[in-house]
T-cell receptor, first 108, second 113 residues
Framework: KNEVEQSPQNLTAQEGEFITINCSYS?????LHWLQQHPGGGIVSLFM???GKKKHGRLIATINIQEKHSSLHITASHPRDSAVYIC??????????FGQGTRLTINP | DTAVSQTPKYLVTQMGNDKSIKCEQN?????MYWYKQDSKKFLKIMFS???????INETVPNRFSPKSPDKAHLNLHINSLELGDSAVYFC????????????FGEGSWLTVV
């Protein structure tokens, strides 16, 4: 079993829908990243969280350290949000451990 | 200017060859990484360097040898390439340990035939 589990693995929705992607982890962490990987392959860090909640535009990320759970929400989803979203935890000081990714497709 | 740049972006080579992938970051970061993304798109750490010192070596075959001539560069040399080495290799950097954003290169697509 992976130390970082994401759900769902695949998600298809209509433009405008509210999207939630979940991440659960089983190890002690110092922080958690949400990453976005577009079809072209580049990876961008969307958020880095160690507690609470962060918001950037239509994206919101939350983390509950006690429950070892994080969620990424997208409000008013758009086809350009279609990508793979990856949860990654920082284990110890250096090591990133990745979830398997959630492939999101937003249809117009 | 690209913050983390990798070359080459695409590499097709025959089994048994030796190849290198170069990585440079212009962010002044202390920590650099190599990650491998397999055909199922699962990312896994290979190496981590902090100020030119090897910090993490994740049970990678010793055919893979990272080299960090200075803290802005982390190159990956692969000897005796095998079919299973075909993957996308990502270089990344962070300002330090703990809670810092991570910046990825665009990836190097390696195909071994």
């Amino acid at each position: 079993k992976n130390e970082v589990e994401q759900s769902p693995q695949n998600l298809t929705a209509q433009e405008g829908e509210f999207i939630t992607i979940n991440c659960s982890y089983s190890v002690g962490i110092s922080a958690l990243h949400w990453l976005q990987q577009h079809p072209g392959g580049g990876i961008v860090s969307l958020f880095m969280l160690s507690s609470g909640k962060k918001k950037h535009g239509r994206l919101i990320a939350t983390i509950n350290i006690q429950e070892k759970h994080s969620s990424l929400h997208i409000t008013a989803s758009h086809p350009r949000d279609s990508a793979v979203y990856i949860c990654a935890v920082i284990k110890g000081a250096q090591k990133l451990v990745f979830g398997q990714g959630t492939r999101l497709t937003i249809n117009p | 200017d690209t913050a983390v740049s990798q070359t080459p972006k695409y590499l097709v080579t025959q089994m048994g060859n030796d190849k290198s992938i170069k990585c440079e970051q212009n962010l002044g970061h202390d920590t650099m990484y190599w990650y491998k993304q397999d055909s199922k798109k699962f990312l896994k750490i290979m190496f981590s360097y902090n100020n030119k010192e090897l910090i993490i070596n994740e049970t990678v075959p010793n055919r893979f040898s990272p080299k960090s001539p200075d803290k802005a560069h982390l190159n990956l040399h692969i000897n005796s390439l095998e079919l299973g080495d075909s993957a996308v290799y990502f270089c990344a950097s962070r300002a330090g340990t703990g809670g810092y954003h991570i910046y990825f290169g665009e990836g190097s697509w390696l195909t071994v035939v």
